[in-house]
């Protein structure tokens, strides 16, 4: 019950919220923009089978490394299949990647964040400790080695990102329940006899999410960039799935002919994307630390 | 706390840190799901020989015996063979190093350079449209991926206009060879540095042309968390007593915002310089990859096509090994400049 109750209170929390975000300035446009952005895409992908004009794994739907025409917007690649239907079919791997990825951190990061910096002591610090090594490990180093032992998929790529971005949540909530669990209201509520579970359910939970939902919303842009660069080193998944990170790796063998169009359109929708998200999480962590921007 | 004993207390967290982390390497290569061998022969090859590739590896071992073995080897800086032409992996990580080091260096001097300009001006024109455009770019420089830049960078500047080298690290035949006094010779492996030695102009103009694309690209892609930075610290400097006396003092807001601002910034500039020493090394990966750059990152990425785990796991342990050196010295060095972190 405490659950649904937390969740009930930050959706009724974030739609006032929502409504007046332009007018915090900045920082609420940079909310709004990022939203729009998202949606746009999403929305695109999720129309996918009714907007796309071609098939997106048809070979030979137009001419070779066509330029952009009148029939063929966006052009066509090496195969003749047309970037357009490319570019409408390819973000539903990204997205799907990134949202199971972010997930994950946040069904492993926040409870471990949660109990172990709520527990104290050797737990905290040996759960710190581990956290920092891979924290301090370079990401897409660390992704690479496990999706490398891992395969292609949609959900192995996911997971490789997820391990790399888990320690970012970790520290956000521990920080946040070190700060939390002294406060004399937390204090107020144990003393009034609450146990160490509602104490962390109830009290300080609902405390500690709001910076989770910011850091998450940066996550998902890291995510989409983590697994377009895992596509590009060659960790993507097999080419029968329209994906913009594998056209954009494919097109770079394309270069020399001056084929342009083959990858600045799906090297755009991942900027966009990426963008989105990233502005979502500038303005919601401004929003959220009104101090920082005075 | 005296800074002798932060530097030994510093150092004996590390131990326990890359122990962690030459474990959690160990696990991924040898206990996830998968078998190298297998997946390096794609079922090509009898049981017998998979039987005697993995014996010749040391994968037959038990598993702890193996999990020894990988220590020992790298406390004799042993990085053991690789899986597709059993030659030191050790060996050729260290010479496909100094490329990515070279690259590394001037990726991050454009990175502060560019951040930093870009940051004071936009915290002197503070919630101005330059301020706001600026701020813009930061998070778009972020949110770009590497890769794509460096493609855009080669359509103009290669393709396009053909002004500049799409990839490589030199021409063939140019490579500078160092210093040479008779008998003795010396090089560093960094082009730039080689051909100086050599007293080379030719070379060290040649050197700079290829390196200029790379380098931008990832300095671009790494400039915008120094640009948040310094806006964020100047503008908190600025509002400062001390700024407004200096400015009631009548000095020129130029020398306020040079001399007194941007001074202030250099200390928690020099801490993101290390930290983003790991995002550096990622950042290369790709950028050597679309360079055609032959450095360490281009070798982890090659490698991964020919599934050559040895390999893998090595280069990603000295990635590991560096980044752990990296923040260890920046830590000490923090702590040696700003005693409150001694405390």
Redesign the interface.
């Known amino acids: 019950m405490t659950d649904t109750q937390t969740r009930g209170r930050i959706v009724v929390q974030l739609i006032p919220g929502l409504a007046s975000l332009r007018k915090r300035g900045l920082a609420g446009w940079f909310a709004v923009i990022g939203l729009a952005m998202v949606f746009v895409v999403v929305l695109m992908t999720a129309t996918a089978p009714w907007i796309s004009p071609h098939d997106p794994n048809e070979i030979g739907t137009g001419p070779v490394l066509g330029p952009p025409s009148l029939s063929f917007p966006l052009g066509t690649n090496h195969l003749g299949q047309d970037m357009l239907s490319r570019l409408i079919w390819g973000g539903s791997t990204m997205l799907q990647v990134a949202a199971l990825s972010v997930l994950v951190c946040f069904i492993v990061g926040v409870p471990v964040g949660l109990l172990t910096s709520y527990a104290g002591g050797l737990v905290d610090r040996s759960a710190s400790l581990a956290m920092d090594s891979i924290y301090a490990f370079p990401g897409l180093v660390l992704a690479i080695a496990i999706a490398a032992m891992l395969g292609p998929g949609v959900v192995n790529m996911s997971l490789s990102i997820a391990v790399v971005y888990v320690p970012s949540y970790y520290r956000i909530v521990r920080s946040q329940v070190l700060s939390i669990k002294e406060l004399p209201y937390v204090e107020a509520a144990r003393t009034l006899g609450a146990s160490g579970r509602s104490t962390l359910l109830r009290y300080i939970l609902p405390n500690v999410l709001p910076s989770v939902v910011a850091v998450a919303t940066v996550n998902f842009a890291d995510a989409i960039l983590t697994a377009a660069g895992l596509t590009f080193v060659g960790l993507g998944l097999p080419i029968s799935t329209p994906d913009w990170g594998w056209d954009l790796t494919y097109g770079r063998r394309l270069l020399p002919s001056g084929a342009w169009w083959v990858i600045t359109f799906p090297g755009l929708m991942i900027v966009i994307l990426a963008l989105g998200f990233a502005f979502v999480g500038e303005g919601l962590s401004e929003l959220l630390n009104p101090k920082l921007e005075q | 706390m005296t800074l002798r004993s932060y530097v030994i207390g510093r150092i004996l967290l590390t131990i326990?840190?890359i122990l962690?982390?030459l474990t959690?390497?160990f696990i991924?290569?040898r206990i996830?799901?998968?078998d190298?061998v297998l997946?390096h022969f794609e079922k090509k090859a009898t049981p017998a020989m998979i039987e005697e590739f993995r014996h010749q590896l040391g994968l037959d071992k038990p598993l702890e015996q193996q999990y020894g073995d990988y220590l020992l080897g790298l406390l004799r800086g042993d990085l053991g063979k690789s899986m597709a032409d059993f030659s030191s992996v050790g060996q050729q990580i260290f010479t496909a190093f100094p490329a990515t080091l070279e690259l590394s260096i001037f990726s991050m001097i454009i990175a502060v350079l560019l951040g930093v300009f870009l940051g004071a001006r936009a915290s002197r024109s503070y919630n101005s449209v330059e301020d706001?455009s600026i701020?813009v770019f930061g998070?778009?420089s972020?949110?770009?991926?590497v890769?794509?830049l460096g493609?855009?960078f080669?359509?103009i500047f290669g393709?396009?206009l053909h002004i500049l080298p799409?990839g490589g690290r030199i021409s063939p035949g140019m490579e500078p060879h160092g210093l040479a006094l008779g008998d003795f010779r010396f090089s560093t492996g960094l082009y730039t540095v080689d051909s100086v030695l050599e007293g080379d102009p030719s070379k060290l103009f040649a050197t700079l042309r290829y390196l200029l694309l790379p380098s931008l690209t990832l300095g671009i892609v790494l400039s915008g968390i120094f640009v948040r930075l310094t806006r964020?610290n100047m503008l908190e400097t600025l509002r400062l007593d001390f700024v407004t006396a200096a400015r009631a003092r009548g000095l020129s807001e130029r020398a306020v915002l040079y001399g007194y601002a941007l001074r202030n910034a250099f200390l928690p500039i020099l801490t993101m310089m290390g930290l983003q020493f790991?995002?550096l090394?990622?950042g290369a990966?790709?950028t050597e990859?679309?360079f055609s750059w032959p450095g360490l990152g281009r070798y982890?990425?090659d490698r991964?096509?020919f599934?050559d785990?040895t390999a893998?796991?090595g280069a990603?342990v000295f990635?590991?090994l560096l980044?752990?050196l990296v923040?260890l010295v920046v830590d000490i060095l923090y702590a040696y400049l700003d005693p409150r972190i001694r405390l």
């Open positions: 326990p840190m962690l982390l959690l390497v991924i290569v996830l799901p998968g190298p997946v706001h701020r998070i778009v972020y949110a770009i991926p890769f794509f493609m855009v080669q359509l393709i396009g799409t964020s790991a995002a090394l990622a990966i790709l990859t679309t982890l990425v991964i096509a599934r785990y893998i796991q990603i990635f590991g980044v752990a923040s």
